[in-house]
């Protein structure tokens, strides 16, 4: 082994002699030994706060990149280019909703191993603030140019300092037209339908925010209030009146729940509507409709995690993605419009199917509302929480 | 009548003048043999327990904080036994009661023919085909069942197009799939070691019972089924304790109707971010195994006294 890592010394020659015989093998497994231990130690104490990553400066990317998203939210033939012409092998690895991402990254405190993450945008201010996230070098990313400007610079993160937005879409249902025969527009017929004709194959979002949405959504309170009697309400309502109908909390029905009948009636994100249906063997029985009068406008976004070991990597992907030909490919197979600018006609001219499940017109985007990180967080968990268990008894 | 140890080497060597050396004892006390284990056992066991049971205590401080310990107080362990999660429990404690129950019902008989009735050649395929399954990730087998069992699953199709159902199996998502999925994924664990048992009774014994007199069944009750006890009560609690945790096969198959105190420990853990409560319903969930496992013994102990008293034997005039 010395062959190929030589100890160097510096050392006065009437020393070198004496430390030659002394550092023979064993010593120097010894040594080498504690100085792993102490590094592991040192690995498991927890990192101070923000500014300890190494910050990509454009430099030869690492041999890895490990990303942290929702489930089946990246085409996997770009994700293959990617590697084949730029190198790093990429390690996926997915959560389901935006508390399991923070509590994982809290946890390990900087050294998650995970280099890109996908925050939805209302998260993004308080993860900064934590030093969850670290720095975007904009400069490694020139393709931010060829986005639509209407989704950059929004609220959570005004200058793109930390993000660039991945993929936007809204909440909905889809229903099975064998077994209700009669149109479902609303929240309010969701409800109906879920209580009726869908009791006990209605599977909702594994997502706290949307699930008290449908409350909300359906009776026109707006789904960031914190007032503690509208939150009453919402917990009174799904506990008794909508969890006995229940049968699945399922952020992704367009996995199996679809494909496989699973289900009467599912709320569902559009993108993996459109998943679903296509994958259903008949494609005919399945009707998704865009939740009204209100629902929801999601964006989540690219973001490097604090602490990312690959940042060159992370910046060079990021870069790939959003380059015009990679998003219209990762919009054809996630089904969310990704903020490229002229995507639609893109799109469009490439006949894709389903494009009703991806692009909505400016009416039914005045309906969807982006959501909001407030105080009543850990209230709308824990009704989240009572719901599933009022759902199992 | 007296012993001599002959040292055989010593004359051999030559060394009648010098008296061999005494061989250098180690002076470690005998328990050093045992620390690796304890270090084990208390790095990887008592450590984390302890500091389970430390978080039980604390509370959850905010968005971005996961547990504090600064004001302690029991109100977690209320929280977590108040009506909505104490349901949960209940289910998981069903789900682990008939679970294991069937588990028993398939795995004695089973393991008793593969025991005694079975060739002995083709023991060995045999008991591969109950092992076989079991190399296949956890997960995969869980979710085959899900195909299985959908409503416009094999099953389904099946026994619609053969007229036992005139209608899709409304089965997934219900506490019945959660059960034939801990049933399936558990069983193995049971059927080994009570093979092993029945496996060790000796044969002698058994032709020994049946030369006293004694029915078939009488020899399995009272000489079989007691020499093999030990590997069943091992069967039981190895089937009986992981599927009480278990939150894959309900998550799979139970949907929300099959929930189950497993899934609620890693809600808190994962989405809520509540280490304290998520804690708190660990230890209830280990106290709740740790007394239904005492229950039980109590009970087989106390069902077993009419046969114990009438089978004592006493040797000897006591009057």
């Known amino acids: 082994m010395s062959h190929e890592n030589p100890v160097r010394i510096l050392a006065s020659t009437s020393a070198t002699k004496m430390i030659k015989s002394e550092l023979n093998r064993r010593r120097f497994l010894a040594l080498s030994g504690t100085a792993a231990g102490a590094a592991l130690l040192a690995a498991c104490s927890p990192q101070s706060g923000a500014g300890s990553s190494p910050q990509a400066t454009g430099g030869a990317l690492e041999g890895g990149l490990s990303i942290y998203s929702w489930g089946d939210y990246d085409d996997p033939d770009v994700v293959a280019e990617f590697s084949d012409e730029l190198g790093p092998t990429i390690t996926f690895d997915s959560f389901a909703s935006n508390e399991e991402l923070i509590s994982k990254l ?32 904009l400069d490694l990313i020139p393709n931010i140019a060829d986005m639509d400007p209407d989704f950059l610079g929004r609220d959570w993160d005004p200058t793109n300092e930390y993000s660039i937005c991945k993929a936007w879409g809204t909440t909905g249902f889809v229903y099975d037209t064998t077994k209700i025969s009669r149109e479902l527009t609303t929240w309010a017929d969701f409800i109906d339908a879920a209580q009726n004709e869908a009791s006990g194959r209605t599977s909702v979002l594994d997502d706290p925010s949307p699930l008290l949405g449908i409350y909300y959504w359906a009776n026109g309170i707006d789904w960031t209030t914190t007032d503690e009697a509208d939150l009453a309400a919402a917990e009174a309502f799904l506990t008794t009146e909508l969890a006995p109908h229940i049968s699945a909390f399922d952020s992704y029905p367009g996995g199996a729940a679809i494909p496989q009948a699973q289900q009467i009636l599912m709320q569902s994100w559009n993108g993996d509507a459109r998943i679903g249906i296509m994958e259903s063997d008949e494609p005919d029985r399945w009707q998704w409709v865009l939740g009204s009068p209100d629902t929801e406008l999601w964006m989540d976004n690219w973001a490097i995690a604090e602490g990312a ?48 499940l991806v692009f909505f017109d400016e009416e039914q985007i005045k309906t969807m509302h982006t959501g909001k990180l407030t105080e009543a967080q850990q209230r709308i968990v824990e009704i989240w929480d009572k719901t599933k268990a009022a759902a199992g008894a | 009548m007296t012993v001599t140890v002959e040292d055989r080497a010593a004359p051999e060597l030559g060394a009648r003048a010098a008296p061999a050396r005494p061989r250098r004892r180690l002076k470690l006390p005998g328990f050093a043999l045992a620390i690796p284990a304890w270090a084990w056992l208390f790095a990887f066991f008592v450590a984390p327990v302890a500091l389970v049971v430390w978080f039980s205590f604390g509370y959850k401080p905010g968005i971005f904080g996961t547990h504090a310990n600064d004001v302690l107080s029991l109100d977690r362990y209320a929280e977590a036994l108040s009506p909505t999660f104490f349901s949960t429990f209940q289910n998981t404690l069903w789900v682990g009661v008939v679970g294991t ?16 009735k079975a060739p002995v050649s083709r023991r060995g395929i045999l008991l591969a085909m109950v092992m076989i399954p079991f190399w296949t990730n956890f997960l995969v087998r869980t979710i085959g069942w899900q195909i299985i069992l959908a409503p416009s699953g094999l099953l389904s199709t099946a026994l619609q197009s053969i007229g036992v159902l005139d209608q899709p199996l409304e089965i997934l998502f219900t506490r019945t799939a959660v059960l034939i999925g801990v049933v399936y994924n558990y069983i193995p664990l049971m059927i ?6 029945f496996d060790r009774v000796s044969l002698p014994m058994r032709e020994a019972s049946k030369d006293l007199g004694a029915g078939r069944w009488s020899t399995f009750i009272n000489v079989t089924l007691p020499l093999a006890k030990p590997g069943i009560i091992v069967g039981i609690l190895l089937v009986y304790i992981p599927l009480m945790g278990d939150y894959i096969t309900a998550t799979v198959l139970g949907g929300a109707k099959g929930n189950m105190a497993g899934q609620m420990v890693a809600n808190q853990f994962q989405t809520a971010q509540n280490w304290a409560l998520g804690s708190a319903m660990a230890v209830v969930l280990v106290l709740t195994i740790l007394t239904t496992v005492a229950i039980a013994a109590l009970l087989s102990w106390l069902a077993t006294w009419p046969l114990r008293a009438r089978q004592r034997l006493v040797l000897g005039d006591k009057s």
Request: glycine share 8%; charged share 15%; with cysteine.
């Open chain 2, 192 to 197: 080994l070691p009570m093979f092993v048992a």
């Open chain 1, 106 to 137: 809290i946890a390990a405190r900087g050294t998650s191993g995970y280099d890109i993450v996908v925050p939805t945008g209302p998260f993004i201010p308080q993860m900064i603030e934590n030093g969850l996230l670290s720095k975007l070098n």
């Open chain 2, 101 to 116: 129950l069937i588990c028993l019902v398939i795995a004695i008989p089973f393991s008793y023919w593969l025991a005694f």
């Open chain 1, 309 to 356: 070991t690959n940042p060159e990597a992370a910046h060079a992907f990021i870069n790939y993605v959003l380059a015009p030909d990679a998003a219209l490919r990762e919009l054809d197979y996630i089904g969310y419009h990704t903020g490229g600018a002229g995507i639609e006609e893109a799109a469009r001219a490439a006949d894709l199917e389903m494009l009703d």
